[in-house]
Every structure is written in C-alpha cells, then in structure tokens.
C-alpha cells in the first residue's frame, strides 16, 4: 500500500472490506488504524456485528498489526457467536476474537483479571460460579471464584494439548490429548483426583453432577470420582457398567446408557439413583435427560420413561398420554419440557419450575428449541419469537423485552437469568438483575467481539 505522495503521510487510508457473499464497503481510516479498528469500522458499515478480517490469500489478520502493513484490501469472514452461562454470569465470544463477561463479578462476570489472556478462545465451559477458556494452542484460561475452579494455577503447567473440559458444579475436568485427566476447582466436589488417576487413561468423555465425576473410557467401562454424596461410588453397579455410550447426570445421581439401549444408574435414589421401579421399560434409549431431581429417557419409539423424584419431573403419568413422537426433552431444577415433531410443547414436574405450561400453552406451536434457566424455559418458535413461563424472577417472564426479541438465533441461560443473540447480533437479557439480566455494561462492547 503505497501512498500517492510518499514524501507526506496522507491523512486517511481508504480500504474496502467484501463479505463472501460479495457485499463489500469503502472504509476510511487514518495511516495509524489497527486492523481491529478496521474490523469495528467494517462491522458498522456492513452491519455485521461479528466478523474476523482476512487477507486475499484467505490468512486471518491480526487485530494488533497496523492496516498500513494491509497489502490491499480484505475479506470480512462472518462469525457465529457463543455464549457460556455459569449460575450467575455470561461469557459470550466469537472463536478466536475477544470474550466479553457480564453478570456477578467475582462469579465469573469480571474476567478483567485474564482479559489479556483470553485470545483465540476455541470454548469456554462453565462450572457454577467460574469458567475456563480452552484456547488454540491447547491450554486453558480460567476466572471467578478460585474455590469453584475460577483458578487453575495450582495445575497450569499440566494443561497442556487440552482437548475437552468439563465441568461439575464445583470443579473442572481437562481431558488431554493422550486421554488422560487434569482437575481443579472444590477437591471434595471432583477437583481432586489422585486417588483414580492411574485409572483415567484413555478417556473419551466426563460427566459432572453437584459433586462429582464420571469418566468413559474408550472400552466402554467408567471411572467415578468425588463426593460419594453425590454419586462418586459406582461400586455396586460397575459390572453393568460395560459399552457405556452416554452419561447424564442429577444433582447426586447418574444414569449411564448402553450400546445396546439399556440404562444403568447409581448414586441417591431421591435424585434418580435408583431406576429399579422403570427398569423394564428402559429398553432401546436413545437419550437421557435430567433435571436437578429425576430422569427421563426418550426411546427409540419416541416415547418417554420419567423416574426419581415425583414433584420434580420423576412422574411424568399426568401427560404420558399427550408425549407421544418426542424428539427432545429439556430440563432445568424441577421440570421438563419435552419437544413434540408438531413443534408442540408438553410439560410437568414443579408448576413453579415451569412444569406447567397452561397460560402460554397456545402460543407453544412450531418450537425449534428449548432453553432454561433453574425455574423457567425459553423456546424459540420457528419465526425467531420467544415465549417463556415459568418463574418470573428467573426469566419466566420477559415482557419488558419482547419487542426486542425477534429474529432470535440463540438462548442461554444461568440459573436466574436469560441472554438471547438475534440474527444480527443484537443482545437481549431479561430475568433477575443480579444473575446476568443487566448487560446495559457490555452493549458497547459487542462490536469488538
């Protein structure tokens, strides 16, 4: 890039940035611009609240290099952005741009701390009240509360070649790219876990409950870790616990699913420990899902099967007529919501929870998708409207903002709060002020995503 007089440095640089679908836009910028205040410039032009730059060649720029070191003009590649909900605060991030966090600060909703830290963030996955960033060269980020896995010091210098985390309520779990375990976070509740170390080799996926661990091995058997209150001791079942495909947890309880479509589950029976009472009707599972309380499993026949506890989802005998061609069921504290392939919705389990859906029940048609926060869903209709029920103070209700939600792509929620992404990425948050409803801090900040 060569300016017309080099003998003066002229006092703007015009630039033009192009969408692949061809759309592009003339961009000027003073000679001292970073290719990141090319990128907010683009953003507002092209309207696109989320994109990374390229160059012709098709290689990512770097928002700290200066657009003089541009050799002509750039490519605006659009990004789907994420969102991470802990119990009390959001993350949302675009793979390999900025993280922007809102909600309770010491919980996750400040990450001041490791801002600097946080570049090309790959995921971040929540624990209750701290999160962990894996980034692209394989290691990990954390922040919130240091008990609750918000500091990974005491074994950064393992996670290295992270492929997956996890995470309980407490605690993290890191799988490596040699299959073995990292943990951090509450030591009682998974965050320790010497005692099965030598056990977790060749892992395939981990599952967390209130607090504690189980790992799939890659022959199909399991390794529990923990607090035995919440499900740690898997000895009374581990010879069932072959071919296990799939992990679902309760609160203190987890429900395994096998090859061959039976389920195999342990930990309290008030939370689902105990499936004795249904177990010759868990046959071909398909999936399995909880609230804090019960499971259901969704059969190959798209019916269900609901055990654990009877006010919180466990007994499903009130709509079993009416849950029929079942192709998704979701779960928050104390009720689910199960997805009919009419786009209908039928729910149970605590009325408080959202387990009673009457006053919105004509307005649950062509749902796409099912969101919750501890007491109350969200579902996204086909034409990108929301209704919601449930709890009031944890987003059961969101009419002060439902002329704002339209064209939604996404919901997530924490434990006491919505945040919803339209499809030109305006952000939408309602529920309790305290837990991640108020994000009027971080509006600003969307464009630099």
Known sequence: MVPENEAEEPASIQLHVSLPSGRSAAVSLPPSATIGDLK????QVLDQPFLRLAAPDGRLLDCQDRVTDLDGDCLAVALRPKIAAAWRAFALWCVGGRVITWGYGIFGGNSGRVAEKLRNVQQITASSFAFAALLGDGSV???GSPRDGGDSSAVQDQLRQVQQIHAGKRAFAAILADGTVVTWGDAESGGDCTEVQDQLKNVQHICGSHGAFAAILTDGTIVTWGDPEYAADSTDVRDQLRNVQQIQSTRSAFAATLADGAVVTWGIWESGGDSSAVQDQLKNVRQVCAT???FVAILADETVVAWGDPLFGGDSSEVQHQLKSVQRVHGNTGAFAAILADGSVITWGDGNDGGDSRAVQDQLRNVREIHATGRAFAAILADGTVVTWGDAECGGVSAQVQEQ???????HGTKSAFAALSARGSLVTWGNPQRGADSRA???????V
């Open 292 to 294: 804090d309380f019960a």
């Open 40 to 43: 907010v410039a683009a953003q």
């Open 442 to 448: 971080v509006k600003d900040q969307l464009s630099y």
């Open 141 to 143: 980020v954390t922040w």
């Open 405 to 411: 939600l339209r064209n939604v792509q996404q919901i």
